[in-house]
């Protein structure tokens, strides 16, 4: 019986119901056009930057992340990462052996970070070969190497000439070696063109002496939104399987706990990790001051919903209607003004946010051509995901529930006779 008289309520005063009803629906669509584009945004920045320096996630030796030493290696067995290639969630996994040397050529030397990857794979994710200016990409077996841009230039390299690398290699052994170069490649970040050189997996290990081992296995993961899902079940499956694989207790300290650092994104990029909290502060402090407008008008709405209907509630008191079920009466009707507008809000959302899940908002003008020189693809794409729905829909529903106690503490303490009056309202 409520819900009849409540619905049909709503509808005395159309003009006043559609009006609040569209105002919620519009701070829907709004908030989440503006969250999608903003989360598919990080997604994608996320992914993109992953793929030219640290990966989404990585294992490397718990002492590794402080020391930065080639002393600190796991093994580059498939027995060690098989418990990573179980994972539903793992989509392509590649070893890594990181280290420093001084690069020298002439009489002039500097710095550089050396990067022993396997070529076929590391080109699958980064695309690296499409980045060589000169030469060729560097193959598993080839005893030559790629070299950035900028640290060629600073040496007065090309393609063909040869460079002397000296460092450490493992466990103190002298790491040298004269290597031709097969490729120069031009990154857009001056920190990798300036000191990056690419050289096969298997060439670096014999240059540093590492045997099979590496620095750190990159993880790319097939859903950026079950990351920290998929950090929890690296983690417990290297904990379990290093504990029953007895070839692999080396892994293990005193106390028996695992070796293996699991580190993700946010922890190998701290300095993107704050810049992506800080945007998105920003734009979660304008989308609360939106829906704290449409609060408002809201909020309005319920009140003169209230004080204009004082005589109606006084002669339904009076044929009997106890004010416990008035106050249901009353919420009934907001809960109906709210969900008809979060109906509306979705059912002009979600096509929308669909359409640009698919079809990403193509960039244009400078801010493209600065994307496609980075390798990234000029696009703002919508991240399509059940949360950020969820997420509206609670503000919209907590929107109505911060705008009822008030009314509803004026019918409370409604006085029957001066309802019937109809002067309440200016108490």
Not at 65 to 93: C, G, H, M, W, Y
Not at 158 to 180: C, F
Not at 293 to 319: C, N, Q
Request: charged share 20%; proline share 4%; net charge negative.
């Amino acid at each position: 019986m409520l819900i009849k008289l409540a619905w049909r309520n709503l509808w005395r005063q159309k003009r006043r119901t559609i009006l609040t009803a569209m105002a919620l629906a519009l701070a829907l669509l709004l908030s989440l056009f503006m969250r999608s584009m903003q989360e598919g945004s990080y997604a994608n920045n996320i992914e993109n930057s992953a793929k030219f320096s640290t990966g989404l996630i990585q294992l490397q030796h718990v002492e590794f992340e402080e020391s930065q030493s080639i002393e600190d290696l796991l093994p580059a067995t498939d027995e060690f990462i098989a418990a990573a290639r179980k994972l539903d969630d793992v989509e392509r996994i590649l070893p890594r052996l990181e280290s420093y040397a001084l690069a020298a050529a002439g009489d002039k030397s500097k710095g550089a970070m050396v990067l022993g990857v396997m070529p076929a794979l590391e080109d699958e994710y980064s695309s690296i070969s499409d980045k060589v200016v000169e030469g060729e990409f560097i193959k598993a077996d080839d005893k030559s190497v790629l070299i950035g841009q900028g640290l060629a230039d600073y040496l007065s390299l090309t393609v063909d000439d040869e460079l002397v690398l000296y460092g450490q290699g493992y466990r103190g052994q002298t790491a040298a070696g004269l290597y031709k170069i097969k490729g120069i490649v031009h990154f857009p970040l001056p920190q990798l063109d300036n000191l990056l050189i690419y050289m096969p997996l298997p060439l670096s290990q014999t240059l540093f002496s590492t045997g099979d081992q590496v620095s750190a296995w990159v993880i790319d993961t097939r859903d950026l939104t079950r990351l920290e899902q998929t950090m929890a079940d690296l983690k417990r499956e290297y904990s379990a399987t290093l504990l029953k694989n007895t070839s692999q207790h080396s892994l293990l300290d005193r106390n028996g706990k695992s070796q293996v650092n699991v580190r993700d994104w946010e922890d190998l990029a701290p300095e993107m990790a704050q810049q992506i909290a800080m945007d998105k502060a920003g734009g979660i402090f304008m989308m609360y001051l939106l829906y704290g407008v449409v609060g408002f008008g809201l909020f309005a709405t319920i009140l003169m919903m209230t004080l204009e209907r004082y005589r109606e509630f006084g002669v339904m008191m009076a044929t009997g209607l106890v004010r416990t079920k008035l106050l249901g009466l009353v919420i009934l009707e907001s809960s109906f003004i709210s969900l008809l507008g979060v109906t509306i809000g979705l059912a002009l959302g979600t096509p929308l946010v669909v359409w640009f899940h698919y079809h990403p908002i193509q960039l244009t003008g400078e801010t493209a051509q600065m994307m496609l020189e980075l390798g990234w693809e000029p696009i703002l794409p919508m991240l399509l995901s059940p949360w950020l729905f969820i997420d509206q829909i609670l503000i919209v529903l907590g929107l109505m529930l911060l705008c009822l106690p008030y009314p509803l503490w004026r019918i409370y303490r409604l006085d029957l006779v001066t309802a019937l009056k109809g002067g309440g309202h200016v108490n």
